[in-house]
């Protein structure tokens, strides 16, 4: 008889689930495990998506809410500038990741809720991410700033990416997640610095998660094309690939950030993104529409020749950095859409359109 102690057991294989993920309280586990992804999206919100028709004689791609801006600078008591900011879904309702400039001109970001999508409850406290693991909170210790959230529902909790002033070495891609908009958790930084506009894609391309973002530099980076990335669990990302780069002498010439989650239709993904233009009197950002291939998001099917909405309203050329229109979040239902944007770095504003249409722009010439 062998002696069965001694003899040599092969390892139990084990699905390797990183820290990040494993971290989710057990309740939402058992949630994730026994729903599918279709039966979550149908339980989320059935709210109205906040909307506004055409208005009579315009035939624009898109058009603002006779609201704006939604949201004012001084919502809070504290906050000089609320702007560029990510507005998802949420239960019966809607929630979100604001970007707040308070009165020190310190940049954070804040948790809000609302009924509508247009009035908002938006938290005086910035969100307090719990780190995911202990080295997480070594390593990276708290963010000096955090700026420009994006929000993206992504298997079984809803993804925050956003700029991550690292330390102080400079700003990079910040990740983290809630299930509720109460508790947050952060995860690693998922490029180096410098850079800025990460935009999760809202499902795995082929087994991998998928991002954009763009490399920059430390200061207002007078460049900047869109990049392509893949990870496995969140945590290390590779397989990197370029995208878009400016087109010299149009609105879009300095450079190019993707705005709101790509949102997948038949045709491809459709991608809302930000073009920046150099005047004599400095950035001019306007907003862009392309369609990308969808197992292949790092191809361009078509790309908008013209801007969609550029900074023409008051308060888009009017703030803290005039002449900005920036697109950071985007509501669906059915063939509708409505689009978060900041607005002269200052304020928040509302635009609606039709996807059908804003593919067809994107590849009228
Ligand atoms: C970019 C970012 C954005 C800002 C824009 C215009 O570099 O910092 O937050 O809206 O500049 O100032």
Known sequence: MPDESSAYKA???RQWVPECLRALPDAVHDRAATETQEDRRTMTSQAPM?????????????????????????LLPHSNSIFNSAV?????????VFRVDDMTRTMDVHAGRSADGLVWRIEERPIDFAPADARTAHIQERFVHAYDPRVTWLEDRYWVS????????????GLGWTTDFSTFTQVENAFLPFNRNGVLFPRRIGDAYA??????DDGHTPFGDIYYSESPDMIHWGRHRHVM????????????????????TAEGWLLLYHGVLTSCNGFVYSMGVALMDLEEPWRVIARSHDYVLAPHAPYEQVGDVPNVFFPCAALTDGDRISVYYGAADTVTGLAHGYLNELIDFARRR
């Open 11 to 13: 390892p139990v294989q």
């Open 88 to 96: 998802v879904r949420y239960e019966d309702a809607f929630a979100g």
């Open 211 to 216: 991002m954009y973002s763009r490399p920059s």
């Open 162 to 173: 956003w700029c991550n002033s690292y330390n102080g070495h400079g700003p990079t891609i």
């Open 245 to 264: 780069a400016p087109v010299p002498w149009t609105w879009q010439s300095t450079k190019v950030g993707a705005g709101p989650t790509p949102i997948e």
């Open 50 to 74: 906040p909307w506004q028709d055409r208005p009579a004689g315009s035939s624009a791609p898109m058009w603002r809410n006779s609201g704006n801006p939604i949201i004012r600078r001084d």
